[in-house]
């Protein structure tokens, strides 16, 4: 199973983009997507995150200035990110969970989002 980002790319503080996740996967449904980020010499962190019932969780760093939705069907996540500041500078990586079983979980690669002007 492959998870493909796509969207991001360098953005002005201020500026607004949209992550997308796609799974290779249509089958059969995650449990859980989500969005994490690691900032160059950090560790990965944990954005957003929601599951097919639709509960959805944010770390209290993004929760006004991000949204996660997803399209259960189609195995796809979203992230908006609005009024993008330069500590949201990151690498992405979109996750999938529960797809097999309650234990598995498949990573993308990865998209870059340099905030700068």
């Known amino acids: 199973v492959q998870l493909v980002e796509s969207g991001g790319g360098l953005v002005e503080p201020g500026g607004s983009l949209r992550l997308s996740c796609v799974a290779s996967?249509?089958?059969?449904?995650?449990?859980?997507m989500g969005w994490y980020r690691q900032a160059p010499g950090k560790q990965r962190e944990l954005v957003a995150e929601?599951?097919?019932?639709?509960?959805?969780n944010y770390s209290d760093s993004v929760k006004w200035w991000f949204t996660i939705s997803r399209e259960n069907a189609e195995n796809t996540v979203y992230l908006q990110m609005n009024d993008l500041k330069p500590e949201a500078t990151a690498v992405y990586f979109c996750?999938?969970?529960?797809?097999?079983?309650?234990?598995?979980?498949?990573w993308g690669q990865g998209t870059q989002l340099p905030v700068s002007s």
């Open positions: 996967e249509s089958r059969f449904s995650f449990v859980g």
């Open positions: 929601t599951t097919s019932s639709g509960s959805i």
């Open positions: 996750i999938g969970a529960g797809l097999f079983s309650m234990g598995d979980a498949f």
